[in-house]
């Protein structure tokens, strides 16, 4: 009777001890998986900006950033990203993808500029569309992530008592910044004009203007302000590009290559960024021609009168901006100032 109690009781008591321990093992399976799925889910979790904290982490605390123009602002001195570095607005998006600064530094000319951005000194640039697309034509590796306007006109300011016409440059000497969309817009006016004996000498629009009050060049090119400034000092205006709609000069806003592969989605940030600012400047009209008045050293009517705010693409590219960019590309590969023929989508980067 002994034996057949152990039998008969045995038998039960080990297979509840085997479902007991079966059943522990998978509560704590079950709690092992749960702490790790909160563990992914606190790595991958988005921040309030909607970027991850393992991505944002990933992207450099500081970017480099150039422009053209030196001015005491210390800024751009006009459009959508002059108005929000000045403002703080686009530096506030920005650090809600881990950038928490953004170093300016302003440049006499694209050319200088370019170097810079080929160096590796700078991350992103804006410019005129002609050195941009000289430097990539001549192998250098940045990507076009914004056109910032499509209506840069540039002015042919002859010297007092000197050519009254285009064509009586005929023989003369000009001065242009070498590599400049002012530089495009010289050669393709001649060009039209049928002026084909004369001379280019590369000089900063100071050093131009000291030149053509001591009367040792025929004419220079300007922009804005500057041009309307020398008009009014009696210097004789010959001609600008508004009346060649080929022959205005675009923005573009590069960045390198070797950047984006820190940070790929940085063009739809910087762009989301510029369309926050320039929402924000169509709100504040007087006080925006009042820091284009403050920055370029002139009035906010003046300022109103040369860079209006229409003037500023709402959008990283339009149909019209990309129509000139292509037009620019193709003449300054026919001129040979840009060593290779390139399609401006492959360029691109949205």
Known sequence: ???????THVGPIKGVRFALIATIVMVMMVLQACGNNASTANKEAPSSSGESTEATSKVPAVLNYGYIGINKLNVPSGGAEGW??????????LKKSGITEVKLTGFPNGPDQTESLISGRLDIGSLGDTPAIIAYGSGAKTRLITQTAANNIGYLIGKKNGATTV????GKTIAIQKGSFMHRYVVGLLQEEGVTDYKLVHMLIADAGAALARGDIDA????????LKQ?????TYLDDASKHPDLLGTGATVVSEEYLAKFPDFP??????????????????DE????????????????????????????????????????TKNFLVK???AKKEFQISDWQKQ
């Open 1 to 7: 009777m002994k034996n057949a109690y152990r039998e």
């Open 84 to 93: 929000g570095l000045y403002k703080g607005i686009i530096q506030e998006e």
């Open 167 to 170: 064509k009586e440059l005929e």
């Open 220 to 227: 220079t090119t300007n922009l804005g302000v500057g041009a």
């Open 231 to 235: 008009i009014d000092d009696g210097y």
């Open 268 to 285: 739809k940030v910087w762009n989301a960024a510029r369309e926050k600012a320039l929402a924000d400047l169509k709100q504040h009209e």
């Open 288 to 327: 925006y021609y009042q820091f284009l008045a403050e920055a370029g050293g002139t009035t906010p009517e003046l300022a109103k009168k040369v860079s209006p705010i229409s003037g500023i693409n709402d959008t990283a590219f339009t149909e019209e901006g990309l129509k000139l960019l292509e037009g």
């Open 335 to 337: 001129e040979k100032l």
